[in-house]
């Protein structure tokens, strides 16, 4: 079985070596760019730049992608066959009580870019991010430590959980429990992942707030850090790069 992989792996590719602030600030970039189109075309160029990102200087394989973000995808994809059929504007095709918009083809597929495009920036923070130096270059920024390790506690948790969706499932494999197709069954099957996954979620969250407590976490003002990180100016080409092809796609929707 195909296991999703949502945890940092060094494969020792350009976006491993950049700085973890500067990539936590770019995705922010590319959320905010997203959110302000108003064009197709502007979320298409700002998603293949993503997913470039992603295949060259990241070396994430392409099956990588797709199987983590399958589900992302397809709920962007049903986003924009809602717009397609809700928003208002002149009907350019129907088919029964179905009709399509010329206003939903123009922002069906700007939601599906928003969507789509931001989680595959976020996953690529996670997999070219080392969450401890994450950690380490928020606190370097002026951020609390204390405060800084519930991030990396956040991000920790993401495949841990995964563990623990993929265990419930090959479980209920062997009992013969996912045998059953019907959309009832379906049901009933979440259901007890959910249930299990969250008893499990909160008895890790209390060993990792015993652990915390027994090792005395936050009593002193300041934390060390083994392995050191440092910012190099180069690091900024990304965010660079990235505001002057946003302010660009910006600019000329503004003069289109």
């Given at each position: 079985?195909?296991?999703?992989?949502?945890?940092?792996?060094?494969?020792?590719?350009?976006?491993?070596?950049?700085?973890?602030?500067?990539?936590?600030?770019?995705?922010?970039?590319?959320?905010?760019?997203?959110?302000?189109?108003?064009?197709?075309?502007?979320?298409?160029?700002?998603?293949?730049?993503?997913?470039?990102?992603?295949?060259?200087?990241?070396?994430?394989?392409?099956?990588?992608?797709?199987?983590?973000?399958?589900?992302?995808?397809?709920?962007?994809?049903?986003?924009?066959?809602?717009?397609?059929?809700?928003?208002?504007?002149?009907?350019?095709?129907?088919?029964?009580?179905?009709?399509?918009?010329?206003?939903?083809?123009?922002?069906?597929?700007?939601?599906?870019?928003?969507?789509?495009?931001?989680?595959?920036?976020?996953?690529?923070?996670?997999?070219?991010?080392?969450?401890?130096?994450?950690?380490?270059?928020?606190?370097?920024?002026?951020?609390?430590?204390?405060?800084?390790?519930?991030?990396?506690?956040?991000?920790?948790?993401?495949?841990?959980?995964?563990?623990?969706?993929?265990?419930?499932?090959?479980?209920?494999?062997?009992?013969?429990?996912?045998?059953?197709?019907?959309?009832?069954?379906?049901?009933?099957l979440w259901?007890?992942?959910?249930?299990?996954?969250?008893?499990?979620?909160?008895?890790?969250?209390?060993?990792?707030?015993?652990?915390?407590?027994?090792?005395?976490?936050?009593?002193a003002p300041?934390?060390?850090?083994?392995?050191?990180?440092?910012?190099?100016?180069?690091?900024?080409?990304?965010?660079?790069?990235?505001?002057?092809?946003?302010?660009?796609?910006?600019?000329?929707e503004r003069?289109?």
């Amino acid at each position: 079985m195909a296991e999703h992989n949502l945890s940092y792996k060094e494969r020792g590719s350009a976006l491993n070596r950049v700085y973890p602030l500067v990539k936590l600030i770019w995705v922010f970039l590319i959320a905010v760019g997203l959110f302000l189109f108003t064009r197709p075309l502007s979320g298409l160029a700002v998603f293949l730049l993503v997913l470039a990102l992603a295949l060259i200087p990241g070396k994430i394989r392409p099956g990588e992608i797709i199987r983590s973000g399958l589900v992302v995808f397809g709920l962007g994809f049903l986003l924009m066959i809602f717009h397609f059929l809700i928003d208002p504007g002149e009907t350019v095709w129907s088919f029964g009580i179905l009709h399509v918009s010329d206003y939903g083809l123009q922002q069906g597929p700007v939601f599906f870019f928003r969507l789509s495009g931001v989680v595959l920036a976020s996953f690529i923070l996670i997999w070219t991010t080392d969450t401890r130096d994450l950690m380490q270059s928020l606190v370097k920024a002026g951020m609390p430590y204390r405060y800084a390790y519930t991030i990396f506690l956040a991000l920790r948790f993401l495949p841990l959980i995964q563990r623990e969706v993929e265990s419930v499932r090959a479980a209920h494999a062997i009992r013969g429990r996912a045998a059953g197709t019907t959309l009832k069954h379906r049901f009933v099957l979440w259901q007890r992942y959910v249930f299990t996954i969250l008893i499990n979620g909160l008895r890790k969250a209390e060993n990792t707030a015993d652990a915390l407590e027994c090792r005395a976490f936050g009593y002193a003002p300041e934390r060390t850090y083994v392995k050191q990180i440092t910012f190099r100016k180069r690091d900024m080409v990304l965010i660079i790069f990235t505001l002057i092809l946003e302010a660009g796609l910006i600019t000329a929707e503004r003069l289109a």
